[in-house]
């Protein structure tokens, strides 16, 4: 347990070279904690054994048996330090050493202690996600611990005073711990459980929610009536200052509207995205919110579903109960039922920040109805945090008294944790979740995690000591590049490095790996930018970098937007249903830098088929795939890369841009514009011979009823989905307003037609269902953006099919006055399905055709007004109408069009670029029919 100094500026080599002991003694483990030296700039080392049983340090280590006998800690320490400065670290010195301990007849394994990288922010700093990943530091990680907990309190390894100085929590002790979260629950004594909940919601900004009513969840609900009494009074407007609800059609369409305004709304003052919230009651109104909850976790969307449940005290199969947790635990970030009035405040701060952090996603909270009554008092308080145990400690699964039975109990939600500081200073957090998917955070004041008077949680944002990686990975990127390069006889080596410099090194000087990747950006002669979701939060970087390097840049359904289709550098969409042009550009590129996207199967095409001149040139050092994501777990997932950077789409720009002076005061560092000029040469020619096709049908002469009921004679032409949607986009863009434009569609052919048509401007512009493919999402998708962007005109584009799967909703848009626009795309047709019937079942067609209600009559039932079009030649006007003329009133447009599939089409099991371009008869593989 005694201390040795190490020199300042020996504090790098120390920590990249952190080999401890190496090969001498594998089977010791060694906890080592690197502390800011209260007296002076040194890094303070300890070194404690861990406590085996049978194992004592003095016999088993060889170093001792030379020595002849039992070795001081001191000299214990001194030993690591130099085995630290004298073993150069590196993913070979790990496959090294298990290869040597594997030839001594032992397990291979990897040291027990290594360097790594973390993200975290300096212990003054706010919670904002910039300053939280503002910084990027090298530190020591405790891959597993049999004596963390025995060990930590007596390494007592920061002191009062350099605490006080670095103005950081230090909590070194269980006790302190226990009485940190007294403090933070002693700010909602006298609230229940329910109070809790709307008092956390309006902690977190949030205006509006959605939901449904039913007995389970009525002491909840009764928080957001006007009248009730925790409302304080408008200065301004003499109204009740309350949260606005809505009352919807039913559940599921609930969960699409507070999806809706999740993917629309603008950014929450830490730059991340809002969570869409939910309320609705216990048995079908959960079971109903299934759909949503599954959609919005394909898709990456945030949101908050609070739900009623019997109560704990029910008996099995009560009225309206069922195991809400374990149906939605597979499809939510994190799903959880209270135990406790007193895990109120915990479960809401840590629901909103798994559901906003990493990828964002739903969570689910389920709320027995007493424990929603329940109060928070100075006993309950003692209780409840006077048994808060050791995070996978021996009391650790024992279910307490309250524990329901419609959840099987698994864990405690908060417990305590042991961490390493990134300045090296150990302490106890507070552990919320599960153990293997949970998170840690500090209590602090305020004025440090938030505005106003009190306590906050912020995260700890270091790995919990034997603790699992992949959850807290997931949701905290490390900003680091994983290299994995391929030598020329097919093996592989990997190096790991850093996207930002070192704390303390110059800005200019770059890492190795981040060089390397940075060469060959530069060198790429076909490079393509494959814009994701995580490029939406950084529209103007991804435009300085493409605009530096002069890259084509392709997005995917849901990144169009973030780079501006009117760009002469923009591909437009690629994958099954893509512009033709990117997905030729793509399996034609040396190098493909995605940044924010996961290689969804609908982008790939046959994933061996996927890339082949990117691998081949990786091969040759000449290109190869940069991934960047905000999840290590998507690393080689689909798509082995080069360049693995585990970090968001905004940072990994900004930090590339810095490195090659793009957008700063030295000049860049790029490749002249020259070096890609063929290759845009070529990008023109492709979009000159491959344009997206439009079906247009010939002009007839129709006899039409006049309205004094005589017949006359006029020109009509009838109208496919395309034809409507690229006229609506020409009548927007004529009007100046397509930045003021938000689009949703249903899933079909509308929808494929909608993202290859309309020229898309904006980051979130467009609101689609992707990975799960959800029919009749548009219409709550278009309310949800209107209630998020009020002054935007919100277009729901939707097919018949999609539309009737939801249209009772139009009763929250009458009742509630929500001005959003709604064109039905007309066919009488599931057409994308039929199509595939088409080609892959012998034209036998079923369950695809509809038998539609007058739509116009429908609008009037709900007293919303109406336009129908049924050719081109009034179509231009109607769309007018439609449109512009009435931007205060909800407008519904029945426009009838003609069954026409949407081309072109990447072939079923075929490669991306081998598309079906034209609407006529091949030859097709029925095995390869796609879903």
């Not at 406590?51 to 001792?64: E, L």
């Not at 270091?462 to 097919?490: A, C, M, V, W, Y």
């Amino acid at each position: 347990q005694e201390p040795f100094s190490v020199a300042a500026e020996e504090k790098a080599k120390v920590i990249r070279r952190l080999l401890c002991w190496k090969d001498e003694a594998p089977e010791i483990a060694l906890a080592v904690f690197l502390a800011a030296s209260a007296s002076g700039g040194g890094v303070t080392a300890f070194v404690s054994p861990a406590q085996t049983p049978n194992r004592s340090i003095n016999n088993r280590s060889p170093t001792n048996r030379r020595a002849g006998g039992a070795v001081s800690s001191r000299q214990r320490a001194s030993r690591a330090a130099a085995a630290f400065a004298a073993s150069p670290f590196s993913g070979e010195d790990f496959s090294s050493a298990a290869a040597a301990q594997a030839k001594r007849g032992k397990r291979p394994r990897s040291p027990f202690v290594h360097a790594s990288t973390k993200s975290a922010a300096s212990s003054s700093s706010s919670s904002s996600p910039s300053a939280l990943g503002a910084s990027i530091e090298e530190d020591i990680e405790i891959v597993s611990s049999t004596s963390a907990a025995s060990n930590f309190e007596a390494a007592s390894l920061a002191s009062s005073a350099s605490s006080a100085a670095n103005n950081a929590p230090v909590v070194p002790s269980r006790d302190e711990a226990r009485s940190a979260a007294a403090t933070f629950l002693s700010q909602y004594a006298g609230e229940s459980a329910a109070s809790i909940v709307y008092s956390k919601l309006v902690e977190n900004d949030v205006t509006v929610v959605n939901g449904y009513s039913g007995g389970a969840v009525l002491p909840l609900l009764d928080q957001f009536h006007g009248e009730h009494p925790r409302h304080g009074v408008d200065p301004e407007t003499g109204a009740p200052r309350k949260i606005r609800w809505i009352t919807n059609s039913n559940e599921s369409s609930a969960g699409h509207i507070g999806e809706g305004f999740a993917k629309s709304a603008p950014a929450w003052k830490d730059g991340r995205m809002q969570a869409g919230v939910i309320v609705a009651t216990s048995g079908p109104g959960v079971t109903n919110l299934i759909t949503p909850i599954t959609d919005a976790m394909c898709d990456g969307v945030p949101l908050v579903v609070l739900c009623g449940q019997a109560a704990t005290f029910a008996p099995e199969a009560a009225f309206q109960s069922c195991p809400a947790v374990d149906l939605t635990r597979p499809i939510t970030k994190w799903s959880y039922q209270i135990t406790s009035a007193a895990e109120m405040p915990f479960v809401m701060d840590y629901a909103f920040y798994v559901a906003r952090n990493g990828r964002p996603g739903p969570v689910f909270i389920d709320l027995p109805k007493d424990l929603q009554n329940q109060v928070i008092t100075d006993d309950l308080i003692a209780d409840f945090t006077a048994g808060l145990v050791d995070v996978g400690g021996e009391s650790w699964n024992v279910p307490p008294s309250t524990a329901s039975k419609t959840a099987s109990f698994d864990a405690p939600f908060v417990g305590l944790s042991t961490h390493t500081r990134p300045d090296g200073r150990g302490h106890y957090a507070l552990h919320l979740g599960e153990a293997g998917e949970g998170l840690a955070f500090d209590v602090v004041e305020k004025a440090e995690g938030g505005t106003g008077a009190g306590t906050a949680l912020r995260p700890t944002l270091s790995l919990r000591q034997g603790g699992e990686e992949s959850f807290e990975l997931d949701t905290h990127p490390t900003n680091t590049i994983h290299e994995t390069k391929i030598e020329t006889d097919g093996s592989t080596t990997t190096r790991v490095g850093k996207l930002t410099p070192a704390p303390g090194l110059a800005t200019s000087t770059s890492d190795a790996v981040l060089a390397d990747m940075l060469d060959l950006i530069r060198q790429a002669r076909k490079p393509v930018i494959m814009a994701g979701q995580g490029c939406n939060d950084a529209p103007a970087e991804l435009l300085a970098f493409a605009e530096a390097l002069q890259i084509p840049v392709t997005t995917t359904l849901h990144a169009m937007g973030v780079f501006d289709e009117r760009h002469p550098l923009a591909l437009n969409m690629l994958g099954m249903h893509g512009h033709a042009t990117p997905n030729f550009m793509v399996q034609e590129c040396d190098l493909l830098l995605n940044i924010g996207s996961r290689f969804d199967d609908r982008i790939t095409g046959a994933l061996g088929s996927f890339l082949p001149e990117a691998r081949r040139a990786a091969v040759e050092g000449r290109g190869g795939v940069i991934h960047v994501d905000i999840r290590k777990s998507e690393h080689a997932k689909q798509v082995e890369p080069n360049f693995f950077v585990h970090s968001t789409g905004v940072d990994f720009l900004r930090a590339i841009n810095a490195e090659l002076g793009i957008g700063g005061d030295k000049d860049a560092d790029v490749k002249p514009a020259t070096t890609t000029r063929s290759w845009l040469k070529y990008k023109a020619e492709l979009e000159k011979e491959y344009p997206v096709p439009v079906p247009e049908y010939r002009p007839e002469t129709v006899k039409v009823a006049g309205a004094d009921g005589s017949e006359h004679e006029e020109t009509r032409t009838k109208m496919s989905a395309q034809y409507v949607v690229k006229k609506m986009n020409e009548v927007i863009l004529a009007a100046g307003r397509m930045d003021d434009c938000f689009f949703s569609t249903g899933v079909g052919i509308h929808q494929m037609v909608a993202a290859q048509h309309i020229t898309w401007t904006q980051p979130r512009q467009m609101l689609s269902s992707g990975s799960l493919g959800t029919m009749g999402v548009c219409l709550g998708y278009t309310i949800g953006s209107k209630l998020a962007n009020p002054q935007a005109i919100c277009i729901g584009i939707d097919g018949d099919g999609s539309f009737n799967m939801t249209f009772t909703e139009l009763k929250t848009v009458a009742e509630q006055g929500i001005p959003i626009k709604m064109i039905i795309l007309d066919n009488e047709s599931q057409m994308m399905v039929e199509y595939w019937q088409r080609l892959f079942h012998g034209e036998r067609y079923l369950a695809v055709r509809n038998t539609n209600p007058d739509y116009v009559a429908l609008a009037g039932a709900f007293n919303i007004k109406s336009v129908y079009c049924d050719h081109a030649e009034d179509l231009e006007a109607k769309l007018r109408e439609f449109l512009f003329e009435d931007p205060d009133q909800p407008v519904l447009f029945h426009c009838r069009i003609e069954r026409t599939p949407c081309m072109p089409m990447v072939a079923p099991g075929k490669a991306l670029d081998d598309m079906i371009h034209r609407d006529e008869a091949f030859d097709v593989d029925p095995s390869a029919a796609p879903s």
